[in-house]
Each structure stands twice: as C-alpha cells, then as structure tokens.
C-alpha cells in the first residue's frame, strides 16, 4: 500500500510506501506550530518525491539537522529530510499534505519542541 502527497499548487509531488498511519506528531516548535505541521517519520527508502525537485527551497534554523523543505511557489512544507539519532535517513511528512488522510481521526501525540 502507498499514499500521496503533495504541496498546494501541485507543483511538488511524492509517494510514500505504507499505510497513512492513525496518529501524527504535533510539535510545539516555533516552525510547526506556526504552520500546523501534522507529522509522521518514514524511513527515507519509503519516500518518493515524484515530481518538483527543481521547485523545493530549504530552510533550517535552531541545530539545523531539519532539512525543511517548501514549495518556491505555493510554500507549503510537505515533508523534511532529517536523521534519527541513531543516523538513520529518516522523512517528516506533514500528513496535512495528504489528502486520503483523515486529519479528524489522528491520535495526536505531542512533542515538546519549543524546550529542546
């Protein structure tokens, strides 16, 4: 099973292998929660990104070890490149960006990211 992705404008696409899961991070940072990222980590070899390379721009800020990644026309983030500690490739996708997912029905797990 796969599920898709994408930024507003449609410009950036991508796929990720596995099932849309029940339950999302939802972190406190200064990033997410000004932009209402509803997280899940993937493994980077379950991650796609079938269509806008050429349209992603970076930000980092704080430790910098998030790659987050927008779309230059619409920017949306709808997923980021980081590592897990123990240095696994890992991708945050913002499940907001997947239309299949159901937003009402995710078990909310709550991050304190503004203290890290």
């Known amino acids: ?5 994408s930024c507003h404008c449609g410009a950036v696409t991508f796929t990720v292998e596995g099932d849309i899961p029940d339950e999302a991070i939802s972190c406190n940072c200064s990033w997410c929660r000004r ?4 997280l899940t980590f993937v493994p ?16 980092r800020f704080n430790t910098h070890r998030i790659e987050h990644l927008f779309c230059r026309t619409c920017g ?5 490149k980081a590592s897990r500690p123990d240095g696994t490739d890992t991708r945050a996708v913002n ?18 990211g503004a203290s890290k």
């Open 1 to 5: 099973m796969a599920y898709e992705g």
């Open 35 to 38: 932009r209402g990222l509803l």
């Open 44 to 59: 980077a070899s379950a991650f796609t990104l079938t269509a806008g390379q050429d349209e992603l721009q970076t930000y």
């Open 76 to 80: 949306l983030e709808g997923f980021a």
């Open 95 to 112: 499940l907001r960006c997947v239309p299949a997912a159901d937003l009402d029905a995710l078990r909310l797990i709550p991050f304190d």
